[in-house]
């Protein structure tokens, strides 16, 4: 699933490339709707399209549909005892 606010990467990332939508979905074979659907996040691109949207606008897949830079994790889904295990073993010390 898509984190919130992947229309608006889409969109950015569209009028850098200098691209309509129209020209966007033509370029990754989609439906003409497509594009303003996925912009205005009424619906959200199957996987194969988030690859070639990628591509076709010259950015990362995990930017374009998360948020992330590739190789930046999601700290919110590890375990907070595994978090602190690595914390100690880093050498931070509370106080």
């Not at 990754?28 to 399209?49: D, R, V, Y």
């Not at 919110?76 to 880093?90: D, G, I, N, Q, Y």
């Amino acid at each position: 699933m898509a984190a919130p606010g992947y229309g608006l990467r889409i969109v950015q990332a569209r009028r850098r490339k200098g691209l309509t939508q129209v020209e966007l979905c033509d370029r990754i074979g989609a439906g003409m709707a497509s594009a303003s659907l996925w912009e205005n996040e009424k619906t959200s691109p199957q996987m194969f399209s988030w690859t070639r949207l990628a591509q076709a606008l010259g950015v990362n897949v995990e930017w374009l549909r998360d948020g992330r830079e590739p190789g930046q994790h999601d700290l919110s889904k590890v375990p907070t005892e595994v978090m602190v295990a690595e914390l100690f073993r880093r050498g931070y010390r509370q106080g």
